[in-house]
């Protein structure tokens, strides 16, 4: 299917994610003096929102763009995890296993913000990993939507945060083979080699250079040639791709004739790169479930990518707006993967 076709389809896929979510809280105010106590500015707060982040953000752009949308994940007992519930059901994304942990606190990550910039980011977080009752718990329910749902793709949403253990990887990565399910991976370090065999790998940059341990230069196609083909033949993905922030999208896909290519970025003015890789990974897998070619489907996210970035805080994309870009640069991209 071309990607055209496949963005107003979308409604047709079912998605599960699993990983860590989180809240993305913001303070938001003017910076207008300087504190007498330090050097540093004094934000007059005039404005606070609370927003879905983590794995929670990435099916938040999931349902912008049209698909039906679970999430799998630990919250704490605490606010912050009802608030995350909330926010989920609000928009409409099936929570039945999300699993409630007594104790363990819930990830909010608090932005301050003044004149559209970011000044500092509070985080409080428990990163070490779920505890056995829970992951057990954890992959029973995803067991369950598995058999009782239509489910056309699974995102591992990794942020390091302990949802996904080795065995919540593993366990669900095979049932996936099992039934025929795509799954697309947003990687982090400490799990980078667990991901076996999957449809889709998408770490950006950095996760690839630490993933790797490996010294990989931006700016040379053939070193980043060289980083992706390493890392492909280390976990056989269908597809290998990396984003590469202002120099744009790379992958590899040999299962589809597809070698080494890297689409560009288009360029933007960019505000804010928070929820970038939520957008890319988000856009890429429903594409990649609806069976659009590869290419089309790095050209699309790629888009998707800079267009989070030119607002300010984690937003999600405008499927209207994806649309129109795709239609308005998807010959250029035609040309210029012809001209390869």
């Known amino acids: 299917m ?36 330090a050097p540093v500015p004094i934000v007059d707060i005039h404005q606070r929102d609370r927003r879905l982040g983590g794995a929670a953000n990435v099916a938040k752009n999931l349902i912008a763009l049209g698909a039906q949308v679970q999430v799998a994940a630990a919250v704490g007992d605490d606010d912050a995890g009802q608030e995350i519930q909330r ?14 942990v007594p ?20 985080d409080e977080e428990q990163a070490s990993e779920l505890e056995e009752s829970w992951t057990t718990e954890l992959i029973a329910r995803c067991q369950e939507i ?18 996904l253990t080795p065995t919540v990887i593993e366990t669900l990565s ?36 630490e993933g790797l341990s490996m010294a990989i230069h931006k700016e040379s196609d053939t070193s980043l040639a060289q980083a992706v083909q390493r890392m492909h033949e280390r976990l056989e993905a269908s597809i290998s791709m990396v984003t590469l922030s202002e120099r744009g999208v790379c992958f590899y896909a ?17 505000t804010d790169v928070s929820g970038a890789g939520d957008a890319v990974i988000a856009v890429a897998s429903v594409l990649l479930a609806l069976d659009v070619p590869v290419w089309q489907i790095a050209a699309v996210a790629n888009l998707a990518g800079g267009l989070v970035c030119e607002k300010v805080g984690v937003v999600t994309v405008e499927h ?9 640069h998807a010959d250029a991209m035609a040309a210029l993967m012809n001209s390869k």
């Open 254 to 270: 040999p299962s589809q004739s597809q070698d080494f290519q890297r689409i560009p970025a288009f360029e933007r003015e960019i």
């Open 174 to 209: 095979a049932l996936c083979r099992e039934k025929g399910i795509k799954t697309t991976v947003d990687p982090k370090f400490r799990n980078f080699d667990r991901y076996e065999r999957v449809d889709l790998f998408k770490p950006n940059l950095k996760e690839m250079r």
């Open 87 to 100: 926010l989920l059901q609000t928009q409409g994304i099936g929570t039945s296993a999300l699993v409630e």
């Open 2 to 37: 071309e990607a055209l076709h496949a963005l107003q389809n979308t409604h047709r896929v079912s998605v599960l994610v699993i990983g860590d979510v989180m809240l993305d809280a913001y303070l938001i105010g003017q910076v207008n003096r300087i504190s007498p106590e």
């Open 103 to 122: 104790g363990r606190p819930t990830t909010v990550k608090t932005r301050v913000i003044s004149n559209g910039q970011q000044l500092l980011r509070v």
């Open 320 to 328: 209207e707006r994806l649309q129109a870009e795709w239609e308005t």
């Open 146 to 163: 598995v058999a009782s749902e239509p489910i056309d793709v699974v995102i591992f949403e990794d942020y390091d945060k302990g949802t």
